[in-house]
Nanobody, 116 residues
Framework: QVQLVESGGGSVQAGGSLRLSCVASGRLFSVFALAWYRQGPGMERELVALIRRDDSIVYADSVKGRFTISKEITPYTVHLQMNSLKPEDTAVYYC??????????WGQGTQVTVSS
């Protein structure tokens, strides 16, 4: 089992910045990757950014150059620095952990609202 606790959501005007954090606990040795997903109103959940155990990173095209994913080991935390935010970034952001066997764990979600 892996537990994920997110923080850092909120409301900001377009062009502003927010930093999301997610602290992971539990069977951390089994985690292959940590990621951030988001789900906007009426939209499907989509991958925003992912960082693997070897520190390789994947970004969605829509956030490249604006968002940065990073991780710390102690405590095991993944951050998402979001700059130059746009109204279309408005969504609930979810922290995600992938472990062996393709099992995934999810955080509770944190709301990000960007006003124009």
């Amino acid at each position: 089992q892996v537990q994920l606790v997110e923080s850092g959501g909120g409301s900001v005007q377009a062009g502003g910045s927010l930093r999301l954090s997610c602290v992971a606990s539990g069977r951390l040795f089994s985690v292959f990757a940590l990621a951030w997903y988001r789900q906007g109103p009426g939209m499907e959940r989509e991958l925003v950014a992912l960082i693997r155990r070897d520190d390789s990173i994947v970004y969605a095209d829509s956030v490249k150059g604006r968002f940065t994913i990073s991780k710390e080991i102690t405590p095991y935390t993944v951050h998402l620095q979001m700059n130059s935010l746009k109204p279309e970034d408005t969504a609930v952001y979810y922290c995600n952990a992938v472990v062996g066997g393709g099992v995934q764990y999810w955080g509770q979600g944190t709301q990000v609202t960007v006003s124009s």
